[in-house]
């Protein structure tokens, strides 16, 4: 199953687009998998600016000063709670760590999409019945 080609994703720092609530802003948040290993940060939000609807959370890892550093999206449907100070995400260190690479040539690909959705065990948020998680509450 491939994604509407008309579905397109952006980042939300480069929109004028903003979230309804303020405190419902995760980016510069500490992203932590279970066992409450820290992974890295959240760097922004990817968006279907069409429905105003977060998708992914993209997630830099590692490096010093931006160098070296990996990122990764993680689908929001991952996200177990979230506090003042992290998102928790319901999969462990190795299955964040093992992802697909984010490589910004491929963010309009709907097939990237598919093998990101894919490879964390959700259902695509274009399939049918797909229902939009609610945002979790704070632990």
């Known amino acids: 199953m ?3 080609p008309q579905t397109i994703l952006v980042h939300l720092n480069d929109t004028d687009l903003t979230l ?4 419902d802003d995760v980016r510069g948040r500490k992203v932590l998998v279970r066992g409450a290993q820290e992974i890295g940060k959240v760097d922004d939000l990817v968006i279907d600016p069409d429905e105003r609807r977060v998708r992914f959370l993209l997630v830099g890892a590692g490096g010093f000063l931006g160098i070296g550093e990996q990122k990764r999206l993680i689908p929001v449907d991952a996200i177990e709670s979230v506090d003042d100070d992290a998102v928790h995400i ?12 984010y490589d910004p040539s491929l963010i309009q690909e709907p097939s990237y999409y598919e093998d990101l959705y894919d ?4 259902p695509p948020f274009w399939t049918p019945g797909y229902v939009y998680p609610p945002f979790p509450y704070y632990r």
Request: charge should be negative.
């Open 2 to 4: 491939t994604a509407d």
């Open 90 to 101: 319901g999969k462990d260190q190795g299955h964040v760590a093992d992802a697909p690479e």
């Open 20 to 23: 309804a609530d303020e405190a």
């Open 119 to 122: 490879y964390y065990g959700y």
